[in-house]
């Protein structure tokens, strides 16, 4: 795993950088903004994650670590790949998707360019709870429970429901529920079964 680059800037594109560290040139995608502070020749420091496809081994870099691990519980995310989380980090900044998530607010996810409605909410859901809070002055209090979405859809997952229906079940009750079913998993758990119904219970690989 390559966790951090530290060289020279060989090259700057719109969305990449050539680091070159002792003498080896790393292809390394980045925000725009990133691209943007950096100009050929500059020493770059970057905290990166190494993404291993059967095809390709590609790198992506980012300016300090609360991005890196934002970035990493992203494309641990239903529906979300790596360019589709850099483009969530190209569009909002950390305390901004911290603040989103805890608002329960999917508005800013959808007007990231690649991200849908249904991935929107899943990023919500699927955050909650996994986020270090926005800092004072920031968000409202939140009206569903931190957690309490990602134990319901861990508990949908345990009785057979696949992560995908779990979750978009999940994201589908949050819309219409209480803020006494956001409350507790209990409450949620029983309001999304309500929804879903014992005969739609699919098989662990379905």
Request: charged content about 15%.
């Given at each position: ?13 719109d969305?990449s950088l050539v680091?070159?560290?002792g003498g080896v040139?790393f292809?390394?995608?980045v925000?725009p903004?990133v ?10 420091h970057l ?16 300016e ?7 970035f990493t ?10 360019k589709?989380?850099l483009?969530?980090l ?17 508005a800013?996810?959808?007007r ?13 859901v699927?955050?909650a709870g ?5 800092t ?7 009206s569903?429970?931190p957690?309490v979405?990602l134990?319901?859809?861990?508990a949908l997952m ?16 949050l819309?219409?529920a209480t803020?006494?079913d ?8 029983r ?5 879903l ?5 699919e098989?662990?690989?379905?």
């Open positions: 795993m390559i966790s951090s680059l530290q060289g020279t800037a060989a090259s700057v594109g969305d680091i070159v560290v040139g292809s390394v995608a925000t903004q691209a943007r502070a950096t100009h050929v020749g500059a020493e770059v905290h990166t994650n190494l993404i291993v496809r059967e095809d390709a081994l590609s790198l992506y870099g980012f300090n670590r609360e991005e890196l691990v934002v519980q992203l494309i641990g995310v239903t529906g979300v790949g790596p589709s989380a483009g969530v190209s569009s909002l900044t950390v305390p901004q998707i911290a603040e989103a998530v805890a608002s329960d607010d999917d800013p996810f959808r990231v360019s690649g991200i849908g409605p249904k991935t929107a909410k899943l990023i919500v699927q955050l996994r986020l270090a809070p926005p004072a002055g920031g968000a409202p209090a939140a569903v429970a957690g979405p134990q319901v859809t861990q345990g009785l057979g429901w696949s992560e995908r229906t779990a979750g978009e079940a999940v994201a589908a009750t819309e219409d803020d006494a956001k409350a507790t998993v209990q409450a949620l758990l309001r999304t079964l309500s929804t119904g014992p005969a739609r219970k098989t662990a690989g379905g």
